[in-house]
């Protein structure tokens, strides 16, 4: 992966593994290593909603129409690389997040920068009225947004923010947050979006950017060919675009996954009760659809 541009990446994880808490060796552990060693330090995970797709989503369709998030969750700190361990004979366990001034104000910046480009509005999500490296984040965040006196800025607590998601989504442009609540708060955040099998992400730092849904490796449904495969190749999309600025290809591959939902086809996840059962291909014949207009 080090000697490559960019990696487009699928997903792992193995219910083997989830159910043994005892597990010493986790392909999750892959992940991390992964995201640690190539310093994908910021995670952008946007949060549009293709129209055709309003009907799919469990929230109602007047509360959703125009919603469109750009997130950013830090990814090579917090809770998820700190020390942990048991002690007491194994009757106790912790996991200290840790996060470093520096580590904040890089995501905070980039953060910045896209809410620019965008409708210049940026949360920042925390639980600074309990946890200190919650307040680390928030000093650093009103500090950074010194220099971005043309952006409006508010700080959420990750509780409020999750409520707010569902009630009003308009409400967000760029959401900026730790690893943790990042994670929590996109899954919540792609059922704006219809399903987590629309959900692309881009995971970037200082050098090869990884390109990923976000979704997992869904074994339920493992060789059935139900697969919704277009968060994968809208994770393309986004590898076009930001690792080869490569602006009209990716747009193309956009275009092309919001021509094919135009035609009606839908995979399970996104499918409806008035979807016929013609339009619901299976996972290859979407992709040749969506072959077919790029
Ligand atoms: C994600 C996933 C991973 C995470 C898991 C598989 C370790 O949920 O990319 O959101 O928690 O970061
Ligand atoms: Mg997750």
Redesign the pocket.
């Known amino acids: 992966m080090r000697k490559s541009d960019a990696v487009l990446f699928g997903a792992?994880?193995h219910p083997k593994y989830d159910n043994d808490p005892s597990a010493k060796v986790r392909p999750?552990q892959g992940?991390?290593k992964m995201r640690k060693e190539l310093g994908l330090y910021a995670n952008l995970r946007p949060i549009k909603l293709f129209d055709e797709l309003l009907g799919a989503s469990s929230i109602k369709p007047e509360i959703l129409k125009g919603a469109d998030i750009l997130f950013f969750r830090e990814l090579t700190g917090d809770i998820?690389f700190g020390e942990k361990g048991r002690r007491n004979d194994g009757d106790t366990a912790y996991d200290i997040a840790e996060y470093s001034r520096y580590e904040v104000e890089r995501i905070a910046r980039k953060a910045f920068e896209a809410a620019r480009t965008r409708r210049k509005k940026l949360c920042s999500v925390d639980k600074a009225n309990v946890i200190e490296t919650s307040r680390l984040w928030r000093e650093v965040v009103q500090k950074v947004a010194l220099e971005y006196p043309d952006v409006e800025v508010e700080h959420q607590f990750v509780d409020a923010t999750a409520m707010l998601l569902i009630k009003d989504p308009r409400r967000f442009d760029v959401v900026v947050t730790a690893?943790l609540f990042g994670?929590i708060l996109?899954?919540e955040a792609s059922q704006i979006a219809g399903s987590m099998g629309m959900l692309a992400?881009a995971s970037i730092g200082d050098g090869t950017g990884v390109y990923?849904p976000?979704h997992?490796s869904a074994h339920d449904i493992t060789g059935k060919g139900v697969a919704n495969p277009l968060a994968s190749i809208l994770s393309a999309a986004l590898l076009l675009d930001i690792s080869f600025g490569m602006k009209p290809e990716s747009a193309a591959v956009i275009n092309a996954v919001d021509k094919v939902l135009k035609a009606g086809f839908r995979t399970r996840d996104i499918a409806d009760a008035t979807t016929p059962a013609a339009n619901i291909p299976g996972t290859d014949a979407i992709g040749e659809e969506v072959l077919k207009y790029i």
């Open positions: 792992v994880g999750e992940l991390l998820y690893n994670d996109t899954d992400s990923e976000i997992g």
